[in-house]
């Protein structure tokens, strides 16, 4: 079954229907209209960022350059930076996120002048903190399975 990639995209933030549109989609459709999807989760108080922050999971590969492009060039959007790291990587395989470390590390160590960028930057030490405990528990666990 063929689907436009735009019927992915909700139409508005009330769109419920877009999320099981998604969840139907294959990668290459998402992946290109991965930014346009993403920009969905900018606020996650919609309902339609609701249904689709359990989706985009599922496509993760095809998700990580946009991303990264938005972690690094979306200067004035620490909200949606926030959104991304607090809700949606820390669904994501562990492996897949190494490319975003660094990235997150600088938010973790910036300087906040607002309290967005000071929510930003909490949700950078947070989501550190967690894959840091995973992946010290995956190491201890398979060392005590030997």
Known sequence: MYMNEQKLIPKDKFDLDAAKRLSLATP??????ATSLLKWIAD????????????LPKFHKELLPSIEQ?????????IWKYWIISQ?????????????????QEYADRITNNEDEEDLKKS?????DWYNKKEHSSITNSTTAK
Not at 88 to 104: A, D, G, M, V
Not at 124 to 128: E, I, N, R, V
Request: charge should be negative; charged fraction near 15%.
């Open 28 to 33: 290459e459709q998402v992946s290109v209209v």
């Open 44 to 55: 996650m108080n919609w309902p339609v960022a609701l249904e689709i922050i359990h989706v």
């Open 70 to 78: 938005i972690l690094i060039n979306q200067k004035n959007d620490a």
């Open 88 to 104: 949606l990587l820390i669904q994501f395989p562990k492996e897949s996120i190494i490319s975003l470390l660094p990235i997150i």
């Open 124 to 128: 950078a030490l947070d989501f550190l």
